[in-house]
């Protein structure tokens, strides 16, 4: 198969992006808008807010990719896009450029899944081999996903109520340290120790998982001794908070590695990016001698470029849309 350039649009979320990726694995231009510095203000992203800021600089965003790039439209092979799951009006901002874009160039369009970017974020450090066990975890999902072999996937387990990135962004609303809470909390960590008790969620032998409880209790305990007039070591919490994370994930993770008896495990999403779960995921790697695939901390959060990479894969299995796409905020990864 000859060279395959695809020009990726990613807009599921706050950040506008467009990236060029060179058959799956090469990164040759990224571009991204994050919209963060807006959202703060709210203390997380406001979904009318955000489609507004996408529209404004998706024609931006693409220009200047292409620019970076050093390429023209004549060179592209394919145009991708995210159409689900996300907002739904950011969704259609980027599906609709990415269809203009497929009509006037006569280009073929890739519909891709934005947690199949995730994990083919993975691939533009190092080939992807299957089989694997993908642990997904961003603001909107917590799930374990067995991939038999090249894009496909079989969810074997999930969160029960909310994602470990949302849990992460409440915690960090309640104690008053602002929006996104998973890289603030990190840090927070870092300078704590495990000071406070709570309760390990879901603590079974399922590849469930479940927050609302963990993010509860840190809640009530932030609370109670607001009441009784003390003050709580936010550090502490926040160690505290995530040690049982950790905990959580790893264990589960590690069950669905030897259980599945695959030899790799591949993390994807927003919260890959957390330092501890990278070094525990790592450390139970490595006991267990299995290979660990984690980002590059520049692809952990949204981007295009990870679109781009799964934009081969779902191009290969025949993923292809016409102008009819629409977006579909609930999509699932099958
Ligand atoms: O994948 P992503 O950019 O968007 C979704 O698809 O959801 O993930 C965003 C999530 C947010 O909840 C953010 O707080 C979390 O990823 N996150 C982190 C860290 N960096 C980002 N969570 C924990 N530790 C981090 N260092
Ligand atoms: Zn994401």
Do not use: W
Not at 305 to 319: S, V
Request: glycine share 8%; charged share 25%.
């Amino acid at each position: 198969m000859k060279d395959m350039m695809i020009l990726a649009i990613e807009s599921s979320c706050d950040e506008t992006s467009c990236a060029i990726v060179k058959n799956g694995c090469e990164d040759i231009a990224t571009v991204i808008n994050t919209q963060i510095d807006i959202h703060t203000l709210y203390g997380g992203v406001v979904p009318e807010i955000a489609s507004r800021e996408h529209l404004k600089s998706i024609t931006l965003v693409i220009d200047e990719c292409l620019k970076k790039a050093k390429m023209s439209m004549d060179q592209i092979d394919a145009i991708a896009v995210t159409y689900g799951p996300g907002l739904v009006g950011s969704l259609l901002v980027g599906i609709e450029a990415a269809k203009t874009l497929s009509l006037i160039y006569n280009k073929p369009l890739i519909k891709v899944n934005h947690m199949a970017g995730h994990i083919f974020a993975n691939n533009l450090t190092k080939k992807l081999e299957f089989p694997l066990i993908s642990l997904v975890i961003s603001g909107g999902h917590t799930d374990l996903i067995y991939m038999k072999d090249e894009y496909s996937f079989e969810k074997i387990g999930g969160t029960l109520d909310d994602a470990v990135g949302e849990c992460y962004d409440k915690v960090a609303r309640v104690i008053g340290v602002g929006y996104p809470g998973g890289p603030v909390i990190d840090k927070m960590a870092k300078e704590g120790t495990h000071e406070y008790d709570l309760p390990i969620p879901l603590n079974d032998d399922s590849y469930n998982f479940s927050f609302s409880g963990l993010k509860s209790a840190v809640i009530n305990l932030a609370h109670n001794y607001e009441q009784k007039g003390l003050e709580i070591n936010k550090n502490n919490l926040a160690r505290s908070f995530q040690d049982v994370v950790v905990e959580s994930i790893v264990k589960k993770t590690v069950k669905a590695i030897k259980d599945y008896k695959v030899e790799r495990l591949v993390v994807a999403g927003g919260v890959s990016a957390n330092s501890a779960i990278r070094g525990a995921l790592k450390e139970a790697c490595e006991e267990l001698k299995v290979e660990c695939y984690i980002p590059e901390l520049k692809y952990c959060t949204d981007n295009a470029t990870m679109i781009g990479a799964a934009a081969y894969f779902a191009y290969k299995q025949g993923n292809l849309a016409d102008e009819n796409l629409n977006a579909v905020p609930g999509l699932n990864l099958v």
